[in-house]
Every structure is written in C-alpha cells, then in structure tokens.
C-alpha cells in the first residue's frame, strides 16, 4: 500500500499535480464529537472511521471502541496518523508541533516496530530532509494548529496503553467506489464525506460499500461542515434503504427493516 519514495515525491508535488490522494492535511479535526457521538454507545463497539487527522480514532479508543478499523483516500493521513501515533508513545504529546526541530528530535527516538512503520519513518525523514523552514511543514495542512482533542482526552498516558494494546487496520479507499473488506461493524464514521459526492452513479457505490460494511443494526454517522442536511441525491439514494436521522451538526442513518 505504501511506497514511501512514491508517496513522498507527490506530498512535495501536491499542489502542481492536484491529486486528492495526496492532499493537504486536517492537523485536527473541526468536528463537535461531543454533539455528533453523545447518542451512542460506543463502549465495545467495532468501528469503521476515516483517519482525517487521527483525533476521531483517537477518541473513539477513549469512549471505549473494541476496535477502530480505518480509512481514508488521502495517503498523506496514513502517514500523519503514525506520526501522530508516535508524539503519544514517545513524547506525551497528543499533536506534533509544526517545527523540523521537534519532528527531528521525534524521529530520533522513533524505534519502526515493523516494515509499515518503517515506510513511514523513511517517509517523515525523507519530507524533513527536504524543507529548509518551519513554514514548509506547516503548509502540509489546511486547517490550521487547534488542538481540539484535548478537550476530551487529559490523560495520554492511558491512550497510550490502550493503542499499544490494539492492532488497528488502516487502508488507503475511497469509499465512493467499490470496496470489498470482509469485516463488519457497529458504526461507520464517514465525517463529511457525502458533502463531495455530486453524482447519482457515486452515491449507489457507497450506499453499497455501506450496505457490506454495516452490521444489519449498525449506524452510518456523518457530520454537517458545508451543508445543514443531505443533498437531495444522497436522500434519494440512501433512502431506498436507510432511515435518516438528524443529530446537532450531524446525522446518521439506520437500515431499513
């Protein structure tokens, strides 16, 4: 899945090729988990998340998820996510900060625990290698230092124990094309994902995807970024199968029957 000289020369050439598997970074999440997962319970539940930055994973394993599969089309959040994975085991630290100082001092107690982990050791010293300045570390991201997820997690060192003790999957998919994993779960956390879906045929192939990855009881869970409610192809598809269900700057749906 990861070829770290491929996936490092495209991080660099992101913004000339434009490729949305290499895109800019969250460097944390701007959703309310509070108003979005107050209704659930996610205490020993088997959940599907996409990465964006790593602070749903991360509190989803804080509420007491069983397991947290995830996914995402950005390769570059792969990569983030381990990193990010590493500031908790190594420093205590729930966000890197954006300087070549700190990643470098990071990388240097790093110990790759296997060949992933070593894909992206090489990939992190191969990015700091090549920028000169803290500003070319913080162009990586979009959305700018807010570190929100302190607000739910004060205790790293116990999220520390509770990743170490888990073996998350994480696969690079686009969730609107089709998708064949084996496992299926309690919740699937899309964020907002079907705000960018603009097609019939795109909302068949994920309304599908969540058809073979759901439990029959389980819950899609999606947030509001751009829009209050469901495009009215999203309601016209996802209805065809699912009960829609309005949450504070969210939603989620239910299989029908």
Same mark, same amino acid.
Request: aromatic share 16%; hydrophobic share 35%; glycine share 4%.
């Given at each position: ?96 900060? =954006? @300087?070549? !100082? ?6 240097? +107690?790093?110990? $790759?625990?296997? *060949?992933?982990? %070593? &894909? ?93 990855? =759901? @439990?029959? !009881? ?6 509001? +970024?751009?829009? $209050?409610?469901? *495009?009215?192809? %999203? &309601? ?22």
């Amino acid at each position: 899945m990861l070829n770290y000289e491929r996936d490092l020369s495209n991080t660099i050439n992101r913004k000339v090729n434009r490729m949305k598997c290499y895109d800019s970074l969250y460097f944390s999440s701007n959703e309310n988990f509070n108003n979005l997962f107050s209704s659930f319970e996610l205490h020993d539940k088997d959940i599907f998340s996409i990465i964006g930055s790593g602070d749903q994973a991360f509190y989803f394993y804080s509420q007491g998820a069983k397991q947290v599969d995830l996914y995402d089309v950005n390769i570059v959040s792969i990569y983030y996510y381990i990193l990010r994975i590493w500031c908790i085991k190594y420093l205590g630290d729930l966000y890197p900060k =954006l @300087k070549i !100082d700190y990643i470098k001092n990071l990388l240097s +107690i790093v110990k $790759p625990i296997n *060949s992933f982990e %070593e &894909n992206i050791y090489k990939y992190w010293n191969g990015f700091i290698d090549y920028i000169s300045h803290d500003s070319e570390l913080d162009s990586l991201f979009f959305i700018g230092s807010n570190p929100m997820l302190e607000k739910y997690i004060d205790d790293v060192s116990a999220l520390d124990k509770i990743l170490r003790d888990k073996k998350t999957s994480i696969v690079q998919m686009d969730i609107t094309r089709p998708v064949n994993l084996d496992k299926k779960y309690d919740v699937v956390f899309v964020s907002n994902i079907p705000e960018y879906i603009y097609d019939t045929k795109s909302f068949n192939t994920y309304s599908n995807n969540l058809d073979n990855l =759901l @439990k029959n !009881d389980g819950v899609v869970i999606g947030s509001n +970024i751009m829009y $209050p409610g469901p *495009s009215i192809i %999203e &309601n016209k598809v996802l209805s065809k199968k699912y009960d829609y269900h309005n949450i504070n700057r969210g939603y989620y749906y239910t299989k029908k029957g």
